[in-house]
C-alpha cells in the first residue's frame, strides 16, 4: 500500500514563501527518488524540483533560487521551500515517488499567488 498526502497550500501575495510537504506511506521496502510537480492554468504538468536516494537535488530552471528541496530518509517526508513567488507559480503542485520499476502520485494541492 501506498499513500503520498501533500499540505501546505493556499493563497500568497507576490514576494512571500511558502512551504509544502509530503508525506509518504508505503511498504514497499525500496529505495526510490522524491520529486515536485506543477500544473499550472492551460499548461502541461511540469517538473518543479527532485531529489534522489543519495540526496541530490534537481531544480527547474524557472524556480531556480527560489525553490529548495529537501528529504528525511527515516520518516519518508519530503519538503518544497519556496521563496519570492510569483504569479507564474500558481497551479497545483504534486507529490511524487519513483524508482525501479514502480511510480506514485499524490492528489496535488493548490498554490494561488495573487494580490
Known amino acids: 500500500q501506498v499513500q503520498l498526502v501533500e499540505s501546505g497550500g493556499g493563497l500568497v501575495q507576490p514576494g512571500e514563501s511558502l512551504t509544502l510537504s509530503c508525506a509518504v506511506s508505503e511498504t514497499l521496502h525500496l529505495v526510490h527518488s522524491y520529486a515536485w510537480f506543477r500544473r499550472a492554468p492551460g499548461k502541461q504538468r511540469e517538473l518543479v524540483a527532485s531529489?534522489?536516494?543519495?540526496?541530490?537535488?534537481n531544480v527547474a530552471d524557472a524556480v531556480r533560487g527560489r525553490v529548495r528541496i529537501s528529504r528525511d530518509n527515516f520518516w519518508n517526508t519530503v519538503l518544497l521551500q519556496m521563496d519570492n513567488l510569483k504569479p507564474e507559480d500558481t497551479g497545483v503542485y504534486y507529490c511524487?515517488?519513483?524508482?525501479?520499476?514502480?511510480?506514485?502520485w499524490g492528489q496535488g494541492t493548490q498554490v494561488t499567488v495573487s494580490s
Open positions: 531529489i534522489t536516494p543519495t540526496f541530490i537535488t
Open positions: 511524487n515517488i519513483n524508482g525501479q520499476g514502480y511510480e506514485y
